[in-house]
């Protein structure tokens, strides 16, 4: 997968050498290139924002570096298959909810591009011109403010790359985790057997697997309604069984 990340603060993805995500780049499962906003600027102050129309506090980003910057990273016109170019994601406590089904819908584009917002947001023009030659999403990670769109992307990028292929050494965790199955993951525990005095449930020391499927089945039934009662609310009457339902 390639992605591109334009940015005022290229250095907030320094860590992006790190870890999985550093190995992903390092063996070209991820072509990553980070590109500083001000590249695209035409001033000696390489200025990127300005006063909002219609007055308001804080500051707007411009729309002609932004506009340059993806007329360089996402050249020419929407083809018919639409996958010669990008999809343009935009961080912002505006858009739609990131959740792990749409980072398995982002980890099968071939070529991600990423626009970080900074001060009060980008100038609408630029998604707006955008979306009449690339898909454009524009994501929130939650209803809270950041104060750009950085961070985001850096959780948006892992979510997303730990389900390319070949990313996780054990594809098998990717069925067990929290939200696989609209579900949070029952709790994890392993050796020593007693820690504190605290004792590491029977069950998963007894190799019954079947009893071992059904106790972390229960755990995961019981964590979710007690944490999440809107993804109990969201399950599908179907995929529930009937011990699902004494539980
Ligand atoms: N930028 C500022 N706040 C944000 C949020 N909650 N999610 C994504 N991008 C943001």
Known sequence: MRVDIVSIF???FAPLDLSLIGKARANGTLRLAVHDL?????DVHRTVDDT????????VMRPEPWGEALDALAPGELSPDGHTLPRLIVPSPAGVPFTQALAHELAAESHLLFACGRYEGIDQRVLDHAATRMPVTEVSLGDYVLFGGEV????????VTRLLPGVLGNAGSLDEESHAHGLLEAPLYTKPATWRGLDVPEVL???DHGRIA??????????????????????APETLDKRDRAT
């Open 52 to 59: 909002p129309y219609g007055g308001g506090p804080g500051m």
């Open 10 to 12: 290229p250095e907030y």
């Open 38 to 42: 001000r590249t695209w600027t035409h």
């Open 214 to 235: 059904r106790w972390r089945r229960d755990e995961a039934l019981l964590r979710t309604a007690g944490r999440r009662p809107d993804m109990i609310g969201a399950l």
């Open 152 to 159: 985001a992307v850096l959780v948006i990028l892992e979510a």
């Open 205 to 207: 020391r007894s190799g």
